[in-house]
């Protein structure tokens, strides 16, 4: 059997890492290279995954690709995504989906156009936890759902993402997109206005670390989603994705990472999650390279990241109107 070429473009974003780790485990698939223009980076990552480093990512794009995985900063992701599509290459981009909706449309247009599948990383779709609450909900179990509330915090990063340049803005953009495709995915409805509250009160560093969005459906079902980068520095990084959703017959609480050991190392001074369970990173590589396989669209398609992405832009609006925004208004 043919081999699956997958090329990762950019080790920034450090989901890079375990995206990497699930290639290497399956036997079908060639890590081809990874492109990056951190030299240092970029090399020990290739040496690490035992292929070849690449500075110029068009240079790895000629190399007769299957699939790319983007996880660069996020102002990057469209133009990335767009070189990647327009060599042939499925892609699988880190979330969100873009900084802008016009990159959005442009990345989504430019995958019809080369009839080849763009696919955004939601890996919570793929969590065992949520799938499992999903087929609660969809079984009926709680009844009608009436309001969800979400929590997706985290440790303030540093780096690039708290740099709004190269970010597209803080925990809001960060944070925000986990949830909304959650909300989207387990209502099946759509979002249709957004009230935000955010600022910078917690690190000072000139971004946003908190927020606080309510959201409404076109099924009418209102929910919230706590956004904030609210972990202490003794806390993991990642993750921390909880919801409490209300029914007319009943009520279920997911926390999608229940189920980890908690490593505190008071000698090295470190504090880790150690999971015993799929996170979701697994599934979400296993449905990309089955995407490269087959060529069919993915369950997680550039539309989902579209429609995330508007709730954190608008969320956004609201924050600076405090007022209730209209979804692409």
Request: with cysteine; proline share 2%.
């Amino acid at each position: 059997m043919k081999k699956i070429r997958i090329g990762m473009l950019s080790f920034e974003h450090m989901h890079a890492m375990s995206y990497a780790a699930e290639l290497c485990k399956d036997p079908q698939v060639q890590l081809v290279g990874i492109a990056d223009t951190d030299e240092y980076r970029g090399s020990a990552m290739a040496a690490q995954f035992h292929t070849t480093y690449y500075a110029d990512h068009h240079q790895l794009l000629q190399q007769q690709l299957d699939g790319v995985i983007v996880c660069s900063n996020n102002s990057l992701h469209a133009g990335l995504s767009c070189d990647a599509l327009r060599s042939g290459a499925h892609v699988l981009v880190e979330k969100p989906f873009a900084t802008t909706i016009e990159e959005a449309v442009a990345m989504i247009e430019t995958a019809k156009q080369q009839n080849v599948r763009i696919m955004n990383a939601f890996p919570m779709r793929f969590n065992p936890n949520v799938v499992r609450a999903k087929e609660i909900l969809d079984s009926g179990a709680i009844g009608d759902i009436l309001c969800i509330t979400g929590i997706n915090h985290g440790k303030i990063p540093g780096g690039w993402f708290i740099d709004p340049t190269l970010a597209g803005g803080g925990a809001v953009m960060d944070h925000t997109v986990h949830i909304a495709d959650l909300l989207r995915w387990l209502t099946a409805s759509e979002h249709t206005h957004v009230y935000c509250e955010s600022g910078d009160l917690l690190h000072n560093r000139n971004i946003d670390d908190t927020g606080l969005i309510m959201v409404e459906m076109e099924n009418g079902v209102f929910a919230s989603i706590d956004c904030s980068w609210a972990h202490h520095t003794n806390y993991p990084i990642w993750a921390q994705v909880d919801m409490h959703i209300i029914g007319t017959q009943g009520s279920l609480e997911l926390k999608a990472f229940s189920q980890v050991v908690h490593l505190d190392d008071q000698t090295n001074g470190m504090f880790e999650d150690i999971g015993w369970n799929e996170t979701g990173d697994e599934g979400l590589v296993r449905e990309f390279l089955e995407v490269c396989r087959t060529g069919r669209e993915p369950s997680v398609t550039g539309e989902d990241g579209l429609r995330s992405l508007e709730v954190a832009l608008c969320a956004y609006r609201s924050s600076a109107s405090h007022q209730k925004e209209a979804i692409g208004s």
